[in-house]
């Protein structure tokens, strides 16, 4: 047998029994996965509260630069019904046609947007970006400005308009936003984004007598220790504001959002005097890509869930976005909005739903414990009513789950036990307990979320 042949035998065999090598690796990684299965127990304390919940977290949104107009005024009222806070626009000196070298920049273009938001019930957060062109180094808006004076002049203008003369309070002014990809700027060496930063927020503070607006970033694509270290120890050494820090996380696994909180909570152990400094995602999903979730209700499902993880843990959450682009970004997908574009009929998608299913819950946080790997749980006392919010969520949505939830310190009284399920029917039953404790026993679908309210009858 010649060598060519042995060698040409050895990878047919190979090729035949790389099905089976792969099936037993996908069974190692099923059998590992069931084995670190925690399934839901949970018990919510009624006799134990501690802190209003903040609907802060969940009400606010981005909307990316789709198209160089107000987007938001064809949409105002399906905008006005979700309660939100803030909403983040970025593009804001090429898209709106600010710039004027001689310093009588125009605001005529960004003005209809603002008003738009402010109309809709909501104050807008600016993602302080880009270059216009012709005060960019390299004719790209997403260049470093070849004149700081020029720059300081255009951001001062921006802060004067909207904090002074329009007199919004609580503006958030966002620097830049995905320095990292968007102009590839560092922390380290040039472009310095620490220079941007700088120019950028001492020009906003010189602008405004009052402190009524906060400023922050980096806004990077990802959640980087390096960058946000970088920025403490600059923001430290040169006496800068800095009321926030944000960054952008796209990612179906919530375990590493929880991680990246952790992280930035090691961090600031080491710098107490921003350990006040709120946190903040400007941007997230659960793909970086348009796919078919963001048009049904797993990408609903997605928020849901985070929002019970990182409750009390970071200030804000900033879903993206808010309304489609015009055209389609994938033949699978109309867009990562919770609305479609005016020209696909302006309608709510599933995540839109999921907004109006959270602000449902109100009042005093519960203690819960008992949540499971893939069951969620965040409850209130709101007025004489339970609210628990329970999420299903698997990224594989193929999990379902019977557990058992347990009222603890309740009445010996007759109750009604509403439950409302997301993008589903609500339905409602008198229970008596025998006891103070209660115990009902919940199924629950993949990627499903319900909403159950206990009530004295």
Known sequence: MTKTKTNFNKTLLLILLLPITILAVKTIVDLRKSAFFKPANITVDLSTTFGNLSQTLWQNIAQGGEEASDMIRPII?????????????????????????????NFTELDKIVNSILISGATPMFSISYTPTSLSSNGQVTGQPSNWQQWQSLVSALAKRYSLEKNISDIYYEIWNEPDLFGGWHYGKDPNYLTLYSQTAQAIKNSLPSKNYKIGGP???????????????????????LDFISWHQYDLNIDKYNQNIENLNKILTKYPQFFNVERIITEFGHNSEADTWYDNKNSGVHLLSTVTQLSGKIHRLFPFELVDGPTNRSSSSSGWGIITHPQNGASPKPRYHAFTFLNQLKGQRLNTIGDGSFVTSLSTQNGSTTQVLLVNYDPRNSHSETFPLTFQAIANQPYILKTTVYMGATNQKIINPPTTTYTETIYMEPNTAILLELTPQ
């Open 77 to 105: 009222s399906q905008t006005r019904a979700l309660q939100l806070q803030l909403i983040r626009i970025d593009h804001i000196f090429d898209h709106f046609d600010v710039y004027r070298p001689d310093g009588n920049h």
């Open 219 to 241: 806004a990077t694509t990802n959640f980087y220790l390096n960058w946000i270290e970088a920025l403490f120890k600059h923001c430290s050494s040169l006496n800068l504001p």
